[in-house]
């Protein structure tokens, strides 16, 4: 039997995904109409033998997660369960927090997704890879360029055995252009590693005169804690894929994250698509939406375009490379382009929202998604367009390159800036 868990962090992570992550957990916002992490789950529950799904994070479980893991155990027919973190305890202290949940029923191995990743998922070529050379662990590598592979996890793998010699998070100086994905398959085995830390931070934290249990011994990355320790030692390997992958750390990444999964649903889930049908908008590329959404028969939708639950979309709309959220509303002739609409927000006929697109270099085939900072110099960057939950911009409104926080009515032009609401935090 097999397992699977999906570590979905909490709300002290994720800043870089602000404003939308105000109302939803990070890893429910919806990509290519669906959320984040059911794309982890659908590639789990494809895998032969597999038993169960654990969340791990520290998340309050609040509504929205509790209604979304109740439908995705019926749609998937796989007991799915979130396991909360009384803190932060890393990428690798959940799992050893949980050990007991992850081993119940004696699985033969177990995978481990970060949440915020966008992958095609080769989970089964993962584990056919494992079982003709089993090892404590194995991870999956894909191929950066020299300038951006030093944001990432670097691998130096022994080319004939895919042993990883070496293992560097995020370096300073170039390492090598194998760069960790996030999606890794271990062995019950691999737990003891992470005993050896856990154990190692209570000594190394304890003070002679303060006994029990120190509060930090629990927190392990697995990172620079396990891998790296462990790179040369013959029980870390890597899996290279040249399949789709990208990491979703901002709104931007977000999109580009929508784009891939949208060209995936050609193959995997075609009846997700919108086909062009008469007396329908017209669709342009791949294009996703709702059932409930209502969509004028002049809108011109795509490429590139993802729409939510509920929205309204109105007579001469043109949608571009966007994400509208559910419950909004694009009132007639209105133009959005390069920008995610919030949860119920309104855009007023004519009004035009605009941002730029910071894709990878389609030049180089290596390159990958760039998650930079908002801001540099305290000005905001050229970014996508977001506007937050319950943003209302009136008629022939231009936004360009900006952030729109939650509850706000606008009233004139807003051109490269961002539109803070005093009581909201950043």
């Not at 905001?380 to 390159?401: F, K």
Request: glycine share 8%; net charge neutral; with cysteine.
């Amino acid at each position: 039997m097999l397992k699977a868990v999906i570590l979905i962090g909490g709300p002290q992570k994720g800043t870089r995904f602000r404003p939308l992550s105000f109302e939803v957990p990070k890893p429910l916002f919806p990509v290519a109409g669906v959320p984040m992490i059911q794309h982890h789950i659908e590639a789990c529950a494809q895998v032969p033998g597999m038993q169960e799904i654990l969340l791990i994070g520290f998340y309050q479980p609040d509504e929205s997660l509790t209604r979304f893991l109740e439908a995705a155990q019926q749609e998937f027919n796989l007991p799915i369960r979130y396991l909360q973190e009384f803190a932060p305890l890393g990428t690798g202290g959940g799992l050893y927090h949980f050990r007991d949940q992850i081993l119940a029923g004696s699985p033969e191995a177990f995978f481990v997704l970060n949440a915020d990743v966008c992958s095609d998922f080769p989970l089964s070529a993962m584990l056919d890879a494992h079982r003709r050379q089993p090892h404590p662990f194995l991870l999956l590598g894909t191929t950066a360029n020299r300038t951006q592979s030093l944001n990432y996890g670097c691998i130096v793998e022994n080319p004939q055995t895919h042993e990883v010699l070496h293992y560097v998070e995020k370096p300073s100086t170039f390492v090598s252009d194998i760069i960790n994905c996030g999606i890794y398959l271990f062995s019950p085995e691999a737990l003891k590693p992470l005993r050896d830390v856990f154990q190692r931070n209570q000594q190394d934290g304890q003070l002679e005169d303060s006994p029990g249990l120190w509060p930090g011994a629990g927190t392990i990355r697995l990172e620079q804690d396990v891998f790296s320790a462990l790179a040369g030692q013959g029980q870390i390997y890597v899996h290279l894929t040249d399949g789709i992958w990208s990491q979703i750390k901002s709104a931007g990444s977000a999109l580009y994250a929508s784009r891939l999964y949208l060209g995936r649903y050609q193959f995997t889930h075609p009846e997700r698509l919108a086909k062009h049908t008469p007396g329908g908008p017209r669709i342009r590329g791949n294009v996703y939406i709702h059932p409930t959404a209502k969509v004028a028969p002049s809108a011109v939708l795509g490429p590139n375009v993802s729409i939510g639950e509920g929205v309204t979309v109105g007579e001469g709309v043109r949608l571009r490379e966007c994400i509208v959220l559910h419950g909004a509303t694009l009132q007639e002739h209105t133009c959005v382009l390069h920008s995610i609409v919030g949860w119920g927000s309104t855009v007023g006929r004519w009004a035009r929202v605009e941002g730029t697109p910071n894709d990878p270099n389609p030049n180089d085939p290596r390159a990958h998604m760039d998650s930079e900072s908002l801001f540099k110099d305290g000005k905001l960057l050229p970014a996508i367009t977001i506007l937050g939950c319950r943003v209302r911009i009136p008629a022939e409104v231009l936004i360009l390159n900006s952030i729109v926080l939650p509850h706000k009515e606008l009233s004139r032009s807003f051109t490269n800036q961002i539109i803070l609401k005093p009581r909201e935090p950043w």
